[in-house]
Protein backbone atom coordinates (compact mmCIF):
# COMPACT_ATOMS: atom_id res chain seq x y z
CA UNK A 1 0.00 0.00 0.00
CA UNK A 2 2.64 2.30 0.59
CA UNK A 3 4.63 1.53 -2.62
CA UNK A 4 0.72 2.52 -4.38
CA UNK A 5 0.86 5.56 -2.58
CA UNK A 6 4.69 6.90 -3.73
CA UNK A 7 3.58 6.21 -6.93
CA UNK A 8 0.09 8.53 -7.13
CA UNK A 9 2.38 10.35 -4.94
CA UNK A 10 5.09 11.01 -7.84
CA UNK A 11 2.31 11.01 -10.48
CA UNK A 12 0.43 14.20 -8.79
CA UNK A 13 3.65 15.98 -7.46
CA UNK A 14 6.54 15.79 -9.50
CA UNK A 15 4.61 14.93 -12.84
CA UNK A 16 1.48 16.96 -12.06
CA UNK A 17 -0.67 14.97 -13.44
CA UNK A 18 -4.33 15.82 -13.13
CA UNK A 19 -6.14 13.06 -14.88
CA UNK A 20 -8.36 10.47 -13.41
CA UNK A 21 -6.98 7.96 -11.00
CA UNK A 22 -7.96 4.86 -9.44
CA UNK A 23 -6.48 2.82 -6.26
CA UNK A 24 -6.47 -0.47 -5.13
CA UNK A 25 -7.01 -0.12 -1.53
CA UNK A 26 -4.95 -3.81 -0.10
CA UNK A 27 -6.83 -5.70 2.03
CA UNK A 28 -6.43 -4.52 6.04
CA UNK A 29 -5.29 -0.87 5.09
CA UNK A 30 -4.92 1.17 8.05
CA UNK A 31 -7.19 4.30 8.47
CA UNK A 32 -4.08 6.84 7.49
CA UNK A 33 -3.46 5.09 4.09
CA UNK A 34 -7.04 5.04 3.06
CA UNK A 35 -7.49 8.58 3.57
CA UNK A 36 -4.21 9.41 1.31
CA UNK A 37 -5.39 7.26 -0.89
CA UNK A 38 -8.73 9.12 -1.00
CA UNK A 39 -6.81 12.78 -1.29
CA UNK A 40 -4.97 11.57 -4.29
CA UNK A 41 -7.35 9.32 -6.32
CA UNK A 42 -10.82 9.92 -7.58
CA UNK A 43 -12.32 6.20 -6.75
CA UNK A 44 -10.71 3.52 -4.79
CA UNK A 45 -11.73 0.13 -4.03
CA UNK A 46 -11.29 -3.50 -2.64
CA UNK A 47 -12.35 -6.36 -4.36
CA UNK A 48 -14.43 -8.63 -2.45
CA UNK A 49 -14.63 -11.52 -4.95
CA UNK A 50 -17.32 -13.25 -2.71
CA UNK A 51 -20.34 -12.16 -1.73
CA UNK A 52 -19.84 -13.76 2.04
CA UNK A 53 -16.40 -15.55 4.05
CA UNK A 54 -17.66 -19.01 3.79
CA UNK A 55 -17.53 -18.35 -0.18
CA UNK A 56 -13.84 -16.26 -0.37
CA UNK A 57 -12.72 -19.40 1.74
CA UNK A 58 -13.24 -21.29 -1.10
CA UNK A 59 -10.70 -18.93 -3.19
CA UNK A 60 -8.34 -17.90 -0.48
CA UNK A 61 -6.96 -19.17 3.05
CA UNK A 62 -5.30 -16.13 3.70
CA UNK A 63 -8.11 -13.14 3.35
CA UNK A 64 -10.37 -12.24 6.34
CA UNK A 65 -13.81 -10.66 4.37
CA UNK A 66 -14.76 -8.77 7.12
CA UNK A 67 -11.85 -7.65 8.92
CA UNK A 68 -9.80 -7.16 5.32
CA UNK A 69 -11.68 -6.54 2.63
CA UNK A 70 -14.95 -4.86 3.67
CA UNK A 71 -13.19 -2.71 6.38
CA UNK A 72 -11.31 -0.77 4.28
CA UNK A 73 -14.31 -0.13 2.41
CA UNK A 74 -16.18 0.85 5.38
CA UNK A 75 -13.28 3.28 6.37
CA UNK A 76 -13.12 5.12 3.23
CA UNK A 77 -17.19 5.59 3.53
CA UNK A 78 -17.04 7.56 6.52
CA UNK A 79 -14.01 9.46 5.43
CA UNK A 80 -15.84 10.55 2.64
CA UNK A 81 -18.99 11.60 4.75
CA UNK A 82 -17.44 12.92 7.33
CA UNK A 83 -14.55 15.10 5.77
CA UNK A 84 -15.62 17.99 2.54
CA UNK A 85 -12.55 17.52 0.80
CA UNK A 86 -13.00 14.17 0.13
CA UNK A 87 -16.95 13.93 -0.41
CA UNK A 88 -16.54 14.07 -4.54
CA UNK A 89 -14.50 10.63 -4.08
CA UNK A 90 -16.10 7.39 -5.20
CA UNK A 91 -15.56 3.68 -4.18
CA UNK A 92 -16.26 0.68 -6.05
CA UNK A 93 -16.06 -3.45 -5.83
CA UNK A 94 -15.87 -6.29 -8.04
CA UNK A 95 -17.03 -10.18 -7.71
CA UNK A 96 -15.89 -13.22 -9.58
CA UNK A 97 -18.81 -15.00 -10.73
CA UNK A 98 -19.13 -19.04 -10.90
CA UNK A 99 -15.64 -19.99 -8.60
CA UNK A 100 -16.88 -20.33 -5.12
CA UNK A 101 -20.25 -21.72 -5.74
CA UNK A 102 -22.39 -18.89 -4.96
CA UNK A 103 -25.58 -18.22 -6.34
CA UNK A 104 -26.43 -14.92 -8.36
CA UNK A 105 -29.27 -14.25 -4.96
CA UNK A 106 -26.36 -13.93 -3.04
CA UNK A 107 -24.12 -11.64 -4.76
CA UNK A 108 -26.92 -9.78 -5.67
CA UNK A 109 -28.14 -9.44 -1.86
CA UNK A 110 -24.47 -8.31 -1.39
CA UNK A 111 -24.90 -5.99 -3.82
CA UNK A 112 -28.06 -4.24 -2.60
CA UNK A 113 -26.71 -4.17 0.85
CA UNK A 114 -23.45 -2.59 -0.43
CA UNK A 115 -25.41 0.31 -2.87
CA UNK A 116 -27.29 0.87 0.67
CA UNK A 117 -24.41 0.78 3.72
CA UNK A 118 -21.41 2.42 1.61
CA UNK A 119 -23.04 4.00 -1.17
CA UNK A 120 -20.66 2.16 -3.76
CA UNK A 121 -20.63 4.12 -7.32
CA UNK A 122 -20.62 0.86 -9.38
CA UNK A 123 -20.30 -2.94 -8.70
CA UNK A 124 -18.43 -5.13 -10.99
CA UNK A 125 -18.79 -8.75 -12.24
CA UNK A 126 -16.10 -11.07 -13.58
CA UNK A 127 -16.95 -14.54 -14.92
CA UNK A 128 -14.73 -17.40 -13.36
CA UNK A 129 -12.60 -18.51 -16.07
CA UNK A 130 -10.09 -21.02 -14.94
CA UNK A 131 -6.36 -20.62 -15.60
CA UNK A 132 -3.52 -23.45 -16.10
CA UNK A 133 -1.45 -24.34 -13.28
CA UNK A 134 -3.61 -22.61 -10.37
CA UNK A 135 -5.53 -24.15 -7.95
CA UNK A 136 -8.77 -23.51 -9.68
CA UNK A 137 -6.86 -25.12 -13.02
CA UNK A 138 -9.87 -27.42 -14.81
CA UNK A 139 -12.92 -26.05 -12.43
CA UNK A 140 -15.73 -25.05 -14.88
CA UNK A 141 -15.86 -21.80 -16.49
CA UNK A 142 -18.53 -19.55 -15.88
CA UNK A 143 -20.46 -18.73 -18.93
CA UNK A 144 -20.48 -15.24 -19.74
CA UNK A 145 -24.08 -15.06 -20.23
CA UNK A 146 -24.27 -14.98 -16.33
CA UNK A 147 -22.13 -12.23 -15.71
CA UNK A 148 -24.24 -10.72 -18.66
CA UNK A 149 -27.24 -11.04 -16.84
CA UNK A 150 -25.96 -9.39 -13.47
CA UNK A 151 -24.71 -6.76 -15.19
CA UNK A 152 -28.64 -5.67 -16.44
CA UNK A 153 -29.76 -6.14 -12.82
CA UNK A 154 -26.90 -3.39 -11.82
CA UNK A 155 -28.00 -1.47 -14.19
CA UNK A 156 -32.06 -1.86 -13.29
CA UNK A 157 -30.84 -1.32 -9.64
CA UNK A 158 -28.67 1.93 -10.75
CA UNK A 159 -30.75 3.47 -13.55
CA UNK A 160 -34.46 2.39 -13.62
CA UNK A 161 -35.30 2.06 -9.92
CA UNK A 162 -35.90 -1.40 -9.49
CA UNK A 163 -35.01 -3.17 -5.65
CA UNK A 164 -33.97 -6.64 -5.44
CA UNK A 165 -37.46 -7.90 -4.38
CA UNK A 166 -38.47 -7.31 -8.08
CA UNK A 167 -35.89 -9.87 -9.42
CA UNK A 168 -36.79 -13.31 -10.68
CA UNK A 169 -34.32 -15.90 -10.20
CA UNK A 170 -34.56 -19.95 -11.04
CA UNK A 171 -34.90 -22.86 -8.77
CA UNK A 172 -30.97 -22.68 -8.43
CA UNK A 173 -31.02 -19.13 -6.91
CA UNK A 174 -29.56 -17.75 -10.19
CA UNK A 175 -30.85 -15.27 -12.97
CA UNK A 176 -32.33 -16.76 -15.67
CA UNK A 177 -30.44 -16.62 -18.99
CA UNK A 178 -33.21 -16.78 -21.45
CA UNK A 179 -34.14 -13.65 -20.59
CA UNK A 180 -33.01 -10.02 -19.59
CA UNK A 181 -34.44 -9.36 -15.65
CA UNK A 182 -36.35 -6.50 -16.93
CA UNK A 183 -38.37 -8.68 -19.47
CA UNK A 184 -38.70 -11.42 -17.32
CA UNK A 185 -40.39 -8.86 -14.48
CA UNK A 186 -42.72 -7.47 -17.05
CA UNK A 187 -43.57 -11.51 -17.69
CA UNK A 188 -44.44 -11.64 -14.49
CA UNK A 189 -46.47 -9.10 -13.76
CA UNK A 190 -48.92 -8.78 -16.50
CA UNK A 191 -51.75 -6.54 -14.27
CA UNK A 192 -48.97 -3.72 -14.91
CA UNK A 193 -49.49 -3.71 -18.40
CA UNK A 194 -50.32 -2.71 -21.15
CA UNK A 195 -49.16 0.88 -20.29
CA UNK A 196 -50.66 3.70 -21.73
CA UNK A 197 -47.52 5.49 -23.45
CA UNK A 198 -48.83 8.98 -23.68
CA UNK A 199 -49.90 9.31 -19.53
CA UNK A 200 -47.45 7.11 -17.88
CA UNK A 201 -44.76 8.19 -15.35
CA UNK A 202 -41.32 8.18 -16.16
CA UNK A 203 -41.51 5.18 -13.77
CA UNK A 204 -44.02 3.51 -15.24
CA UNK A 205 -42.14 3.52 -18.49
CA UNK A 206 -38.88 2.94 -17.25
CA UNK A 207 -41.04 -0.39 -16.31
CA UNK A 208 -41.68 -1.47 -20.18
CA UNK A 209 -39.00 -3.50 -22.12
CA UNK A 210 -37.24 -1.62 -24.71
CA UNK A 211 -37.58 1.56 -22.80
CA UNK A 212 -34.26 2.89 -20.86
CA UNK A 213 -33.82 6.46 -18.94
CA UNK A 214 -33.00 8.27 -22.27
CA UNK A 215 -35.61 7.08 -24.34
CA UNK A 216 -38.19 7.41 -21.14
CA UNK A 217 -37.10 11.46 -20.89
CA UNK A 218 -37.70 11.78 -24.38
CA UNK A 219 -41.12 10.36 -24.58
CA UNK A 220 -42.03 12.64 -21.38
CA UNK A 221 -41.00 15.73 -23.43
CA UNK A 222 -42.06 14.93 -26.71
CA UNK A 223 -45.68 14.08 -25.52
CA UNK A 224 -45.94 17.66 -24.10
CA UNK A 225 -46.69 18.65 -27.64
CA UNK A 226 -48.20 15.35 -29.66
CA UNK A 227 -49.08 12.17 -28.97
CA UNK A 228 -47.76 8.88 -29.92
CA UNK A 229 -49.80 7.00 -32.01
CA UNK A 230 -47.67 4.28 -33.54
CA UNK A 231 -45.33 2.25 -32.81
CA UNK A 232 -42.28 3.16 -34.88
CA UNK A 233 -42.56 6.65 -33.28
CA UNK A 234 -40.34 4.81 -30.30
CA UNK A 235 -37.83 4.03 -32.86
CA UNK A 236 -36.85 7.56 -33.42
CA UNK A 237 -36.42 8.35 -30.47
CA UNK A 238 -33.84 5.46 -29.29
CA UNK A 239 -36.31 3.05 -27.86
CA UNK A 240 -36.48 -0.48 -28.76
CA UNK A 241 -40.04 -0.83 -30.60
CA UNK A 242 -39.95 -4.27 -31.08
CA UNK A 243 -39.85 -5.36 -27.08
CA UNK A 244 -41.94 -2.50 -25.81
CA UNK A 245 -44.68 -3.41 -28.47
CA UNK A 246 -46.87 -6.08 -26.33
CA UNK A 247 -46.66 -4.07 -23.13
CA UNK A 248 -47.89 -0.59 -24.31
CA UNK A 249 -51.09 1.33 -25.36
CA UNK A 250 -50.68 4.06 -27.95
CA UNK A 251 -53.83 6.73 -27.17
CA UNK A 252 -55.60 3.48 -26.06
CA UNK A 253 -54.86 0.86 -28.50
CA UNK A 254 -52.59 -1.87 -28.93
CA UNK A 255 -49.88 -1.41 -31.23
CA UNK A 256 -50.10 -3.17 -34.62
CA UNK A 257 -47.96 -6.01 -35.49
CA UNK A 258 -47.69 -7.39 -31.63
CA UNK A 259 -44.81 -9.75 -31.50
CA UNK A 260 -46.07 -12.78 -29.24
CA UNK A 261 -45.03 -13.04 -25.67
CA UNK A 262 -42.66 -16.07 -25.44
CA UNK A 263 -43.65 -18.17 -22.14
CA UNK A 264 -41.68 -17.80 -18.88
CA UNK A 265 -40.41 -21.13 -17.77
CA UNK A 266 -40.10 -20.63 -14.09
Known amino acids: MERMLATAELLRGKYHFRGYLHLKLMPGAESAAIERALQLADRVSVNLEAPSSEHLAKLSSTKRYTEEL????QIARKLIETKPALAKKSMTTQFVVGAAGEQDREILTRTTQLYHDLALSRVYFSAFQP????????HVPTPLVREHRLYQTDFLFRKYGF?????????????PTEADPKTLWAIHHPQFFPVELNRASREELLRIPGIGPLSAQRIVQIRRASKFLTIEQLAHIGANEKRAAPFVLLAGRVATHQPPLFKSTG
Not at 131 to 138: E, K, N, Q, Y
Open 70 to 73: LAPL
Open 163 to 175: AFDDLIFDARGNL
Open 131 to 138: VADTPLDG
